[in-house]
Nanobody, 114 residues
Framework: QVQLVESGGALVPPGGSLRLSCAAS????????MSWYRQAPGKERELVAS???????NYAEAVEGRFTISRDNSKNTVYLQMNALKPEDTAVYYC????????WGQGTKVTVSS
């Protein structure tokens, strides 16, 4: 059974930093494209960043230069380092694994507020 477990969400002030983690199990991690999505209240889920098995990376324009996605294939884990956080980054952040099919985590909440 595939499981994606996100962690690291919290309440942080504007300008702060957080690192999200997504631990995967039940799948061959190295074959999967791994992505972070987010969904703010009243908005659609949107792609934040993705990383391929070979390490190719894409970012949404809104987070380019502030967020960094990485993966550790030895730990079956993908990370999202978030710096210079803004109130508009407030959302539930979801991990997604995609290869022959798609799997989602349950999400972790990030709130950016003073």
């Amino acid at each position: 059974q595939v499981q994606l477990v996100e962690s690291g969400g919290a309440l942080v002030p504007p300008g702060g930093s957080l690192r999200l983690s997504c631990a995967a199990s039940g799948l061959t991690f190295i074959r999967y494209d791994m992505s972070w999505y987010r969904q703010a209240p009243g908005k659609e889920r949107e792609l934040v960043a993705s990383i391929s098995p070979g390490g190719s990376i894409n970012y949404a324009e809104a987070v380019e230069g502030r967020f960094t996605i990485s993966r550790d294939n030895s730990k079956n884990t993908v990370y999202l380092q978030m710096n210079a956080l803004k109130p508009e980054d407030t959302a539930v952040y979801y991990c997604r694994a995609k290869w022959l099919n798609i799997h989602w985590g349950q999400g972790t909440k990030v709130t950016v507020s003073s």
